[in-house]
Nanobody, 115 residues
């Protein structure tokens, strides 16, 4: 199982960013994908999850309305898009999947919000 994420992003405040997570080695549609972030000096923060089988989503209340999870089953890729970026959104963003009793993580994508 591998989750490979897109590269680092630099955005101005107020902009949007979209991070990808390409899966391999398992049946993509059978397991939820979670998105988690870690800001500098902070712990892990769960953002929400998406079920690739049907696109069902669950969002942490803090991110409701500003974050969108999507999947493309043809390319077995999950996406998180965040709008109205603020400096506090500077963090490493991770995708995560629990597959057959094991926890798998993408390598992380640094998103930096700065003017």
């Amino acid at each position: 199982v591998q989750l490979v994420q897109s590269g680092a992003e630099l955005r101005n405040p107020g902009a949007s960013v979209k991070v990808s997570c390409k899966a391999s080695g398992y049946t993509f549609t059978s397991y939820w994908i979670d998105w988690v972030r870690q800001a500098p000096g902070q712990g892990l923060e769960w953002m929400g999850r998406i079920r690739p089988e049907d696109g069902d989503t669950k969002y942490a209340q803090k991110f409701q309305g500003r974050v969108t999870f999507t999947v493309d089953t043809s390319t077995v890729t999950a996406y998180v898009e965040m709008s109205s970026l603020r400096s506090e959104d500077t963090a490493v963003y991770y995708c995560n999947a629990w597959v057959v009793g094991r926890d798998y993580w993408g390598q992380g994508t640094q998103v930096t919000v700065s003017s």
